[in-house]
């Protein structure tokens, strides 16, 4: 068996220690929000939506759910799918126009 030695600088060693939120139930409703963002129906953009609020609610500092609330106004003005907005948004060779590098 081979082992891998990693050598993480303070920075990344104390964001890996990071939580995003103290609050389980936040925690579980951006989760939920998400999944919810990967359907294409108007309605689940809805349900996301309240979700993310919720989550809001219980923990004004977390950014993910913010964020998922923003993606869901975002969906509603663009007329895309809140899936695309999140494919987008989460993966790094994304161009502005859509296309992947």
Do not use: C, W
Not at 28 to 56: C, H, M, P, W, Y
Not at 80 to 93: D, E, F, I, P, V
């Amino acid at each position: 068996m081979r082992t891998l030695a990693v050598k993480l600088t303070s920075f990344e060693q104390d964001r890996s220690f990071d939580k995003p939120t103290d609050s389980l139930n936040a925690y579980e409703k951006v989760l939920r929000g998400r999944q919810l963002l990967s359907d294409t129906e108007f309605s689940a953009n809805l349900d996301a939506r309240e979700l993310f609020k919720e989550a809001i609610d219980l923990d004004q500092a977390y950014a993910d759910a913010h964020v998922g609330l923003g993606l869901t106004h975002i969906a509603d003005y663009t007329g895309a799918g809140s899936k695309t907005l999140l494919m987008l948004l989460t993966h790094r060779n994304a161009t502005p126009s859509g296309r992947l590098t």
